[in-house]
């Protein structure tokens, strides 16, 4: 089993910058892709980042791409999304998502293990 947990989110003004963490624990991690999804209030949950574990291999969805960054630190086994030039648009609850594929994938249904969430609001 692996256990996830996201903190870091805030209120914080357009144009502000916010560091998201995932702890994990349980199994290893070497084999895992690592994501970050976002959900806002009414809209389906979307993929924002992925991060292959082992080699560090990273893959943004559109709207996020230049000013977020995904990261991790494999003897904390922590992974982080460095959120810069805040919209109101990126306002959601963040859930970081395991899964035991290798593939990177951007597909919700495919990961494995979620966190509980943490809240990001952006005001204009």
């Known amino acids: 089993q692996v256990q996830l947990v996201e903190s870091g989110g805030g209120l914080v003004q357009a144009g502000d910058s916010l560091r998201l963490s995932c702890a994990a624990s349980g199994r290893t991690f070497s084999w895992y892709t690592m994501g970050w999804f976002r959900q806002a209030p009414g809209k389906e949950r979307e993929f924002v980042a992925a991060?292959?574990?082992?080699?560090?291999?990273?893959y943004y969805a559109d709207s996020v791409k230049g000013r977020f960054t995904i990261s991790r630190h494999n003897v904390k086994n922590t992974m982080y999304l460095q959120m810069n030039s805040l919209k109101p648009d990126d306002t959601a609850d963040y859930y970081c998502?395991?899964?035991?594929?290798?593939?990177?994938?951007?597909?919700?249904?495919?990961?494995?293990?979620w966190g509980q969430g943490t809240q990001v609001t952006v005001s204009s």
């Open positions: 998502a395991a899964d035991r594929d290798i593939g990177l994938s951007t597909v919700a249904r495919d990961y494995d293990y």
């Open positions: 991060i292959s574990w082992s080699r560090g291999d990273a």
